[in-house]
């Protein structure tokens, strides 16, 4: 589950018409930036668009056997994020779920706006600061993770994820 600061500014998007091509022009240039560690441009969108627009591309990459369910939180608030790299990782999320799920289930993808108070942040976030939040969370009926594979996750990963991060059920 990833939180997505809340960004009050507004901007309109390309036609929908439009939206295929920038998609791909923004997919490109993600995988030119990374090759040549450019910095990449985010802007200020609704996620729910984003998702709704990416559900189609993420039900072909699961089988007939996994159950997509995508919930758009009401009212969704609006971020400023880079859209590519927020596809990349709803690709390698609902990609990591397909594999916990070799003989199917469900996979939910859920928007929601959500205020984060200081005690929260103390348990399970102390990087960030109170305040509004919008969570996108992806969550499979799979087999989950050993705890030793999760204790060799965190040891590779401990430089650039949190305490507690990996952990289950830390939704607020």
């Not at 627009?53 to 400023?80: C, F, H, T, Y």
């Amino acid at each position: 589950m990833g939180y997505l600061r809340h960004s009050p500014r507004s901007s309109s998007g390309p036609r929908c018409s439009d939206r295929r091509a920038h998609r791909a022009a923004d997919l490109t240039k993600q995988l030119l930036a990374f090759t040549r560690h450019q910095d990449l441009k985010p802007e200020v969108i609704n996620l729910n668009d984003l998702l709704l627009e990416a559900n189609k591309m993420l039900s072909q990459l699961i089988s007939e056997a996994i159950e997509l369910e995508v919930q758009p939180g009401p009212d969704l608030w609006r971020v400023k994020v880079d859209p590519s790299q927020i596809e990349q990782v709803l690709v390698n999320l609902v990609l990591n779920a397909c594999n916990a799920m070799p003989e199917g289930g469900k996979l939910t993808i859920k928007t929601a706006n959500i205020v984060l108070d200081q005690a929260y942040i103390d348990q399970h976030a102390p990087e960030i600061r109170p305040g509004h939040y919008v969570m996108l969370a992806v969550t499979d009926t799979g087999i989950g993770i050993t705890a030793m594979v999760i204790r060799e996750i965190k040891v590779r990963t401990s430089l650039i994820l949190p305490a507690g991060a990996l952990e289950r059920g830390n939704t607020p």
